[in-house]
T-cell receptor
């Protein structure tokens, strides 16, 4: 019930294309869903986050789509750039809990 | 304002030795969290501490692992009698709140047990 399942494990996208990463969760008490970006040798950095009272949140080229009934959320990267090549993690937590449950990660490669 | 500082960045230990990982939170952050990342896996929660208190250690292995966050100085994650399976990246995050949305992660300590 505490798991967050992320797919795909790896993804290759051409420059300018759309990168899509999906996550699914079981725990309906989760109410905070962040995405983290991690470059090699670095710690995860918060990219964008959403709460279940909205179905979509957009920040620049990054969009989270959230489907509460399906218990799924996804990250869309528009106009993908080589600098976006990194590992992306989805995560979830619930109010009152101080820990994040992470997905397994997606290694994204943007080909020039 | 420096970010979350972790040291050392890389640590090599022989089996049976002790490993000490340090984390200095961001200025003004009194909440510290430790996560472990095994190769090709996501981060797994280990422990949550406030100054001088362990709040949640539900993710800590029952033996050999301990953590502290003293009144003065950095938070320390201590692994006694390390084994090869302890090889991983250990990340510390700090927050000004007891909530996950305030997290800032450090760059991690890569522990290799030989």
């Amino acid at each position: 019930q505490q798991q967050v399942k992320q797919s795909p494990q790896s993804l290759i996208v051409q420059k300018g294309g759309i990168s899509i990463i999906n996550c699914a969760y079981e725990n309906t008490a989760f109410d905070y869903f962040p995405w983290y970006q991690q470059f090699p040798g670095k710690g995860p950095a918060l990219l964008i986050a959403i709460r279940p009272d909205v179905s979509e949140k957009k920040e620049g080229r990054f969009t989270i789509s959230f489907n509460k009934s399906a218990k799924q959320f996804s990250l869309h990267i528009m106009d993908s750039q080589p600098g976006d090549s990194a590992t992306y993690f989805c995560a979830a937590s619930n109010s009152g809990a101080q820990k994040l449950v992470f997905g397994q990660g997606t290694r994204l490669t943007i080909n020039p | 304002n420096a970010g979350v500082m972790q040291n050392p960045r890389h640590l090599v230990r022989r089996r049976g030795q002790e490993a000490r990982l340090r984390c200095s939170p961001m200025k003004g952050h009194s909440h510290v969290y430790w996560y472990r990342q095994l190769p090709e896996e996501g981060l797994k929660f280990m422990v949550y501490l406030q100054k001088e208190n362990i709040i949640d250690e539900s993710g800590m292995p029952k033996e050999r692992f301990s953590a502290e966050f003293p009144k003065e100085g950095p938070s320390i994650l201590r692994i006694q009698q390390v084994v090869r399976g302890d090889s991983a990246a250990y990340f510390c995050a700090s927050s000004p709140y007891a909530q996950t949305y305030g997290y800032t992660f450090g760059s991690g300590t890569r522990l290799t047990v030989v």
